[in-house]
């Protein structure tokens, strides 16, 4: 990566590829999967609260992977003052449209960042938008980006667990999962925990967590002055069964990056701060070794047009509420927005190993999976191969589940089988 930092993209230089035109005919949901399918990971950076650094780790996060040579976006989606523009010295810049895609701003290269900020001439407007107003600005940021291909985008999300992460969470399939940000204080700790529930219930695996502002690197004498009693993030890591990602200190360098908007990781790559975000985000990096050949083959193979796959375990003609004792799955292809089932099969399940069923989904290209109850283990397994599950549907037939299910009807109970 060069130092070409604030080298925004002149937007004169901004033609679009030839079959940009194309998608002009494309509906705003087809779009959506077009533009998220040129991007191999997705990573969600998540807090339990405002304040904590969640925008200053996604940033770091950010330029970290592209100092390791990967193409990368930075989504904010912070609508309580979206900060990233500030963070990286880029307020009042306006990323250029052409009518069909909006172009986002080359910050450094590698790194391509988009902002509601950029949308809203004054940072604290997007506070006032009301619900859906906000999630059809996440839609439309969603589906007219043209990001090109990239290797990771990083999606700063609002702050909480309440319906805004929510909906954006929704709204961005196949993620890989989420970083969750916290600080060593008993209060944030306590928010971070909501925030892995949040995690689990909605089906993002937890990549980590990680613990900003964790002691104070003393500007005299480079030692580490423990401020907020350190460490409870790695302990409550381990009590909740996720991966610690490891501490990031107070450096008084990384406000002065951010007030003058220059990248911190990499200006003092030296530093304590640096060598932490480096050891953080490996476990990103190792992602995307996973993405090769242990990857099932892609979705499109045998799956037609626009269909998505959905999947349900079957036992005895009707859904299987406990997914491991299935005896087949009927496989439908569905239009979503069409609410049309396009094919039908049933296949017989694969002998019950532990798993084989993520795999072999995968190998057959399933998207979604309605089940009755299923452990939280497996749920990350799919979560990993980019295959969403609802839990909790009825022990119906088939046939009424998926068309409940298309028209929006289906009701979700207690996931019965959560070991
Ligand atoms: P959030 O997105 O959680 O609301 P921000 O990333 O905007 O929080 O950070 C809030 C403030 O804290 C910013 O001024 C940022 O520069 C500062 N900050 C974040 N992490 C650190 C850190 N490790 N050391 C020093 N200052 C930090």
Redesign the pocket.
């Known amino acids: 990566m060069s130092s070409k930092e604030n080298n925004q993209q002149d937007p004169g230089k901004n033609t679009p590829p030839a079959d940009d035109q194309k998608l002009k005919n494309y509906t705003e949901s087809q779009l959506l999967t077009r533009r998220m399918d040129e991007i191999q990971n997705k990573i969600m950076v998540l ?1 339990g ?11 770091n996060i950010a330029v970290t992977l592209a100092m390791e040579g990967k193409k990368v976006g930075l989504l904010d989606t ?1 609508f ?2 979206p ?1 990233i523009p ?2 990286l010295n880029l307020d009042g810049k306006r990323p250029s449209s052409d009518g069909t895609s909006i172009y986002p701003i080359e910050y450094l290269e590698g790194v391509k960042v988009m902002s509601i900020g950029f949308l809203v001439p004054n940072r604290d407007d997007a506070v006032i938008w009301r619900g859906p107003m906000k999630m059809n600005v996440i839609k439309q940021l969603l589906s007219d980006v043209n990001w090109g291909k990239l290797d990771y985008l990083i999606v ?1 999300f609002p ?1 909480g667990t309440g319906d805004e992460p929510l909906s954006v969470a929704q709204l961005i399939p196949q993620s890989n999962g989420a970083v969750i ?1 916290t600080t060593p204080q008993d209060l944030s700790l306590n928010d971070v925990r909501k925030c892995i529930s949040f995690c689990r219930q909605v089906n993002i695996p937890i990549l980590g967590v990680i613990e ?3 002691g104070l690197v003393c500007p005299n004498c480079h030692h580490l002055i423990d401020v907020f009693k350190s460490g409870g993030g790695q302990k409550m890591a381990e009590e909740m069964g996720v991966p610690f990602l490891g501490t ?8 002065e ?3 003058k908007g220059m990248p911190f990781v990499y200006h003092y790559s030296d530093s304590e ?1 640096a060598t932490a975000f480096r050891n953080a985000v490996q476990p990103l990096l190792d992602l995307e070794s996973r993405t090769g050949s242990d990857m099932p083959a892609p979705r499109e193979e045998d799956t037609p047009g626009n269909a998505t796959r959905i999947a349900i375990p079957v036992v005895q003609g009707r859904l299987s509420p406990h997914f491991g004792h299935c005896d087949e799955f009927a496989i439908f292809d569905v239009d979503l927005e069409k609410k049309e089932i396009l094919s039908e099969k049933a296949l017989e399940a694969p002998p019950h190993e532990p798993g084989l069923l993520p795999r072999w989904l995968g190998e057959n290209n399933v998207n979604i999976i309605i089940a009755g109850g299923m452990g939280s283990r497996a749920r990350d397994l799919f979560a990993e191969q980019g295959i969403s599950v609802s839990v909790g549907a009825p022990s119906d037939t088939p046939a009424n589940i998926i068309q409940t299910f298309m028209e929006g009807t289906l009701v979700l109970g207690d996931n019965v089988c959560d070991h």
């Open positions: 807090s609260k405002g304040g904590v650094g969640k925008s200053t780790v996604a940033a912070d309580h003052g900060s500030t963070l700063d702050p940000v900003n502002m964790s990031i200190p107070i450096d008084p360098n990384i406000v990056a951010s007030d701060a």
